[in-house]
């Protein structure tokens, strides 16, 4: 499992996308005519571009964005990841730290991997990514669930192969299934291989087995009403198009395509008028009949996407109609539809 690397990885496809969805709508240029806009007029950030869409707010020069102090290659330190060699006003625009010292993120503390214990579970993750995923699982992890000096993906997957793993019983964080190192250090009772919902350990833990299904990484397991991790039900294998999804207290492997998407009546540039979509595919969504005097007064555009099986509102553009929606069909595009909120200049 690479919870953090899942999502560092989400994160980077988002801006890919949405680089790959602008530079359909431009038009191409040669090299001698070519800009870094540390902005375009598309919201897109250390883009090479012509200069007309470059925001004429931000800085441009010609050239290359890594020879500019504006989109310069950075280490991007976000709250529980890292991107290495990120244009710097992209990083800002994120919400991230820039560390222009090491772009490669090489030799910066908060960005090594180590291996993260979740449960039954082991993966490689920065620290505070592993925090963060131990405070969502309370009653599956120990109090030190991250080992700095474990830094490559197999010594990681073996430690828990050959933990020796139970169900830990401490006075004061109450039952978890974890390993027994993990409960030595929080100087817990352990019971070898024995969930918290064994019958043994009626009147030291109060937990109904069973109690619900979730997703942990890639997996789909079995939770006690204690919220500790018990068996795993089955494996979600996203190169066979498959991701784990919750609905309620059931889990399940699901296609990360939409098998169905709302059917709005004012999409009639749309021919597919909702129905399945593929992952990763955006469109147009309005709230009235668009087109040359005809959208209604304060009415707005939308980016709809389909995301690991999940029909979202990816965007909304601007306000007061400055921006509007527009998209390629699937025909046009390479078999998907690509949409994309652009300034209205009409």
């Excluded at 933990?163 to 929080?186: K, W």
């Amino acid at each position: 499992m690479r919870l953090l690397k899942t999502k560092a990885s989400f994160q980077i496809f988002l801006l890919i996308a949405s680089t790959f969805s602008v530079l359909l709508l431009i038009e191409p240029v040669s090299a001698e005519q070519t800009y870094c806009c540390e902005k375009t007029i598309y919201d897109q950030y250390c883009q090479q571009a012509p200069f007309s869409q470059c925001d004429p707010e931000f800085n441009a020069q010609q050239g290359s964005c890594e020879d500019t102090g504006f989109c310069a290659p950075v280490c991007c330190i976000l709250e529980d990841s890292c991107a290495p060699n990120t244009g710097a006003a992209q990083c800002r625009a994120l919400g991230g730290t820039i560390d222009a010292g090491h772009p490669t993120c090489e030799g910066i503390s908060s960005c090594d991997d180590g291996c993260c214990q979740l449960g039954s579970q082991c993966f490689l993750s920065t620290e505070s990514a592993c925090q963060n995923l131990a405070d969502q699982f309370p009653g599956t992890s120990g109090l030190d669930v991250w080992r700095e000096e474990i830094t490559t993906e197999s010594a990681c997957l073996a430690v828990c192969q050959s933990g020796d793993l139970g169900c830990c019983v401490d006075v004061d964080s109450g039952c978890s299934y974890t390993s027994r190192d993990l409960c030595t250090q929080t100087s817990g009772s352990f019971s070898s291989g024995t969930y918290c919902s064994d019958p043994a350990l009626f009147g030291q833990c109060a937990c109904t087995s069973h109690a619900e299904q979730r997703c942990v990484g890639d997996g789909v397991y079995w939770f006690d009403s204690c919220g500790s991790m018990e068996e795993k039900i089955d494996t979600c294998v996203y190169a066979d198009g498959e991701v784990c999804g919750e609905d309620g207290d059931t889990a399940s492997c699901g296609s990360v395509d939409c098998s169905d998407t709302m059917d709005f009546p004012f999409n009639t540039h749309d021919p597919r008028m909702g129905g399945p979509r593929k992952n990763g595919e955006s469109w147009c969504v309005y709230e009235g009949k668009v087109g040359p005097g005809n959208d209604l007064v304060g009415s707005r555009h939308y980016l709809f996407s389909c995301i690991n099986g999940e029909e979202r509102v990816f965007e909304q553009c601007r306000d007061f109609r400055e921006e509007m929606c527009v998209h390629l069909l699937p025909e046009e595009s390479r078999g998907v539809s690509v949409a994309q909120c652009i300034p209205n200049d009409g």
